[in-house]
């Protein structure tokens, strides 16, 4: 039940914050302004940019997270292993 409302809540502010893009003028002309080539253009290349950074942070991230998880490896078993895998059957 609680994910529920907390779904439901999401979802509700979720398209309350998007409902000012229904608010465009019948002109076409929306909160942004008048939109042109270069504007296109430069979202364009924004979007072009983002993809291939959010692919380094991520892998950075996944790396740096892949020598943790070895060094937290190493030291246990240096130490002797995990107290759950001796006695044997």
């Known amino acids: 039940m609680r ?3 907390t ?3 999401l ?7 998007s409902a000012p893009m229904a ?9 942004y302004g008048e ?3 270069k504007v296109v253009t430069n979202a364009a290349f924004i979007v072009l940019a983002f993809f291939p950074v959010l692919v380094l ?3 950075l991230i996944q790396g740096r997270l892949e020598k943790r998880k070895d060094a937290r490896k190493a030291a246990i078993k ?12």
């Open 35 to 37: 939109t042109d080539d």
């Open 7 to 9: 779904s439901l809540l």
């Open 57 to 59: 942070v991520v892998s």
């Open 3 to 5: 994910r529920l409302i």
């Open 11 to 17: 979802t509700l502010s979720l398209l309350a914050l």
């Open 23 to 31: 608010f465009a003028q019948a002109s076409g002309e929306g909160t």
């Open 78 to 89: 240096s130490a002797g292993g995990d107290q759950r895998w001796h006695g044997g059957w």
